[in-house]
Structure formats: C-alpha cells, structure tokens
C-alpha cells in the first residue's frame, strides 16, 4: 500500500509564493512517475506537473514559468514550487504516484489565491 501525503497549502495573495511538498510511504525512485494535479471548484482535476523517474519533467502551459516540480530522493518527497501565484490558481492540489500501472492519490492540500 503506498501512501502520500500532501502540505504546504494556505492563502496568499496574487503574486506570493507557496512550497507544496509530498511525502511518500516507500522510495520514491519505485514510481514510475509522480506528479501534482489540481481541482478548482466545478471544473475538472487537472494535470499540473508531472516527473518520472526516468523521463522529461512536463507542465501544463498555464504554470510554465511560474511553477517548478522536484523531488528529493533521500526524504521520499515530491515538491511543487509555485511563483507568481494567480487567482485561477486556486484549487485543490493533489499528489499522484503511478506503480506498475496502479495510480495513488493524496488527500490534497487547499491553496487559496487572493487578488
């Protein structure tokens, strides 16, 4: 069973700056691929960024430049740094880890983008 645990959430305002971090129950190096998505109210989850471990890092177009995704091997952490924040940022993030093909999700973390 894997589990992930998001942080990092809050309320900033347009601008700011947040570090959503991603703690995981096992090495992260047995994904496949980690990534962030998020959930705005009424609209679909969405796919945010994501990082294999053998791969391109990828993003959505709408964070590119503004939101950066790393890992840290060692502490089984995935992170999300996110910059110049906006108001349509504001959504649920959740954390996603694929093994062998199963997709694991954390609880998510609200992040709330003031203007």
């Known amino acids: 069973q894997v589990q992930l645990v998001e942080s990092g959430g809050g309320l900033v305002q347009a601008g700011g700056s947040l570090t959503l971090s991603c703690a995981a129950s096992r090495s992260i190096l047995s994904f496949n691929s980690m990534g962030w998505y998020r959930q705005a109210p009424g609209k679909q989850r969405e796919l945010v960024a994501t990082?294999?471990?053998?791969?391109?890092?990828s993003y959505v177009d709408s964070v590119k430049g503004r939101f950066t995704i790393s890992r840290n091997n060692a502490k089984n952490t995935l992170y999300l740094q996110m910059n110049s924040l906006k108001p349509e940022d504001t959504a649920v993030y959740y954390c996603?880890?694929?093994?062998?093909?199963?997709?694991?999700w954390g609880q998510g973390t609200q992040v709330t983008v003031s203007s």
């Open positions: 990082r294999p471990t053998f791969g391109t890092t």
């Open positions: 996603n880890a694929e093994l062998t093909g199963i997709y694991y």
